[in-house]
């Protein structure tokens, strides 16, 4: 089965145009409210991931409000209290959740200095806001605690209130000390693996040997368990043990797998053929539907070459460093569940359709996971807790999978072969380009499908389908289609996109979504065509860029790396990779150092990027220097491992990330600028991965078109 992608704002009637999510949460109270106790409580909907969002956003809060950050509390997203803002992802919450606060601490402070002008009789530009309190200059002074069961906040925004302007901002463009940094360094229980709610239960799941394997008997495992603390429960294929402790659980769970007889489905198909995944999508059905196209007039002089290469990514785990984790609770008419899923409304749209509920009968509450980089197996874990809190209500079940679920189980960043061809002149410059990206669909998120997107929906008795993932509209950002837009200044250009129809391994959004893929090909082409042509790699770039902000981070990162190191030992060279993230996002550009040895290890990324207005910088500087290291790990080593059957890459010995020994240095350099603010989490992976092939290739003179860039596949070519 298919599966819609529906627009946040489709079938809603708007008033007037308000910011970001506010749009379609335009009540003032479903963002603050003010507590006598000298508080702002911020209800934002966006999800703290380890991103620092709710440290940016307290700040927006507190400029707009004259507060002091002490003075600001974030509350945990829940779909009990905060507005529905979809899907924390795409590098889009400060756009999002961001202009949208800034418009309700501007209303909320307007409102409040009218209520304390109608009370001091005097008008309202006579007052000024400090740390809450309300000023008049003969010394009068209310405050927004003493005003708040006053001001009513439980109506629209009106959109006519101007915020802060940027010149007069204390708190945004300043280092802000992260909010959620604290208890994690202190190790105080933080995360949603902490949670012990009382008489808990905890369950481990037994999944299949592999994705078409259908559960033939579970007596004996069942029998094994009975003196054991421990029972079995089963629906269908769906299958997990539940104890009274977590050790428990897991020992009980080595006890009943190797006893549950599994048949594999006569009807499967074999999974592909790994080392030849570029010819497994050239052979496989697809929907084929240009992208976008820029066609010029005609050419000032005839093309006088065309060149044409291809690159490839594989299949990539979300590899999150604590596996995922749930407890729900189910009361007998309300479902709990705790998770930490990206999008907690989506969640509750599939878990009612799985138990056949209304979305008002269930709470998602958010809790902060360790790791997540796109739609891991949170959303399924927290089905799986609350199909066992079904099977035991009044009982809170805890779920956590083991790593072996997390690495094989989590949906996959899909394969995606890039085709790209150039004419160019005489001079080497481009003047048609073309660019086609195949592979499976980039969203299989929960929330925008008939029927549930969660995991443990597949195998019950009564079993959903299944569902093909898709992409989202290049306007909300892409899926494989992200950034195959070309950032430079092409005469003529146009792109199209082949999304299969079959899809062996789940695929779903991992971090960047197409962006990696379509960046590094087009990067790699880039200075391929360079060097055709014999000119540099970034006067090459240059020359065929005119947006002086794009200029300006390719020549702030390569001067400050020292471009084009000429002086570095033999085995060393320097690459560079850039981008304009989503081609509507930040700017940000990369020239990496590697060191050619037994294998590659990048040495230093010199980091230039363009985020408009910046609201914490050592955020910002946080957000890139961790999507870089990222980057060098799915560049340099990371790659999904199947057989016939199964996915074999289930533990870091067959899974290996990059090691903090392997962790290269990182300059970053944030462009000064009072643009609107723009996202910081996504836009460093697609150049990070570019320049690391671009120093592979200046350094050794062989040119890796297929990620990551092993040992294994530079000998191939040298051989």
């Given at each position: 089965m298919n599966m819609a992608y529906v627009s946040a704002t489709e079938g809603q009637s708007l008033g007037p145009p308000l910011p970001g999510s506010m749009q379609r949460n335009r009540r003032l109270c479903q963002w603050l409210r003010f507590s006598a106790q000298g508080y702002v409580d911020v209800l934002s909907g966006k999800v703290e991931l380890g991103q620092g969002i709710l440290t940016a956003l307290a700040q927006i809060v507190a400029e707009e409000l004259d507060l002091r950050l002490d003075q600001v509390r974030m509350i945990p997203a829940s779909t009990a209290t905060s507005p529905d803002e979809a899907v924390t992802s795409g590098s889009l919450s400060v756009q999002e959740s961001g202009a949208a606060l800034r418009c309700a601490g501007a209303e909320a402070r307007h409102l409040f200095i009218e209520a304390a002008a109608a009370l001091f009789a005097c008008a309202p530009a006579e007052l000024r806001t400090v740390d809450g309190d309300i000023i008049h200059a003969d010394g009068r002074c209310s405050s927004y605690w003493a005003l708040a069961e006053t001001v009513d906040l439980d109506r629209e925004a009106s959109g006519l209130v101007v915020p802060r302007d940027a010149s007069a901002y204390r708190l945004v463009g300043q280092a802000a000390a992260r909010l959620d940094l604290p208890a994690k360094v202190f190790g105080l229980p933080h995360f949603i693996h902490d949670i012990a709610l009382p008489g808990m239960r905890h369950g481990r799941m037994l999944r299949p040997p592999g994705p078409a394997a259908r559960l033939v008997s579970g007596d004996a495992a069942a029998a094994a368990l009975e003196s054991r603390e421990a029972q079995l429960v089963c629906d269908g294929s769906l299958v997990a043990v539940v104890a009274a402790s977590q050790h428990l659980a897991e020992r009980a769970a080595a006890l009943a797998a190797p006893l549950l007889a599994w048949q594999l489905s006569p009807a499967a198909a074999p999974l592909p053929d790994r080392h030849d995944l570029a010819g497994w999508i050239r052979r496989q059905p697809a929907q084929s539907a240009p992208i976008a196209a820029s066609e010029g007039g005609p050419a000032a002089a005839p093309a006088a070459a065309t060149l044409s290469a291809s690159y490839g990514k594989p299949y990539i785990a979300h590899a999150s460093i604590a596996p995922s984790c749930a407890l729900a609770l189910w009361d007998g008419a309300r479902l709990t569940v705790w998770t930490h899923s990206q999008g907690i409304y989506n969640l509750r749209k599939d878990l009612a359709l799985a138990f056949a509920l209304r979305p008002d009968d269930i709470t998602v509450q958010h809790a902060q996971g360790a790791g997540c980089y796109g739609h891991n197996g949170a959303d399924d874990v927290a089905y799986d807790a609350a199909w066992l809190a079904r099977a035991m209500p009044g009982v809170p079940v805890r779920v956590q999978w083991s790593r072996a679920d997390e690495l094989a189980w989590s949906p996959f960043g899909p394969a995606m072969l890039v085709d790209l061809e150039a004419d160019v002149d005489a001079s080497g410059a481009v003047l048609d380009w073309r660019h086609s990206v195949r592979g499976n669909g980039h969203s299989n998120r929960p929330g925008r499908a008939a029927t549930p997107a969660?995991?443990?929906?597949?195998?019950?008795?009564?079993?959903?389908?299944?569902?093909?993932?898709?992409?989202?509209?290049?306007?909300?950002?892409?899926?494989?289609?992200?950034?195959?837009?070309?950032?430079?200044?092409?005469?003529?250009?146009?792109?199209?996109?082949?999304?299969?129809?079959?899809?062996?391994?789940?695929?779903?959004?991992?971090?960047?979504?197409?962006?990696?893929?379509?960046?590094?090909?087009?990067?790699?082409?880039?200075?391929?065509?360079?060097?055709?042509?014999?000119?540099?790699?970034?006067?090459?770039?240059?020359?065929?860029?005119?947006?002086?902000?794009?200029?300006?981070?390719?020549?702030?990162?390569?001067?400050?790396?020292?471009?084009?190191g000429t002086q570095l030992p033999p085995e060393r060279g320097l690459g560079i990779g850039f981008a304009r993230y989503k081609n509507t996002g930040a700017w940000c550009a990369v020239v990496a150092e590697i060191e050619a040895g037994q294998e590659i290890r990048a040495v230093r990324l010199t980091i230039s990027v363009d985020v408009g207005t910046v609201i914490n910088p050592d955020g910002v500087i946080n957000q890139i220097e961790g999507g870089a290291i990222q980057a060098c790990s799915w560049a340099l080593k990371e790659e999904v491992a199947f057989d016939d059957e199964r996915v074999t890459s289930d533990s870091w010995e067959t899974y290996p990330i990059l090691r903090f020994s392997e962790v290269p240095a990182v300059d970053v350099a944030i462009m000064p600028s009072n643009a609107p603010s723009l996202g910081a989490g996504e836009a460093a992976l697609g150049p990070t991965a570019a320049a690391l092939a671009n120093a592979v290739a200046r350094a050794l003179g062989v040119r890796v078109r297929e990620l990551p860039l092993t040992a294994q596949r530079i000998t191939r070519l040298l051989l």
């Open positions: 969660l995991l443990g929906s597949f195998h019950a008795a009564e079993a959903f389908p299944p569902l093909l993932a898709v992409n989202a509209p290049l306007a909300a950002g892409g899926g494989a289609e992200r950034n195959a837009q070309p950032c430079y200044d092409f005469p003529s250009w146009r792109a199209t996109g082949h999304r299969l129809l079959t899809m062996p391994l789940r695929t779903s959004a991992l971090r960047a979504l197409g962006a990696l893929a379509n960046v590094f090909a087009i990067e790699s082409f880039m200075d391929e065509l360079a060097l055709a042509a014999g000119r540099d790699a970034l006067e090459y770039r240059l020359a065929h860029c005119g947006d002086p902000r794009a200029r300006a981070v390719l020549q702030d990162a390569a001067r400050r790396a020292g471009w084009p």
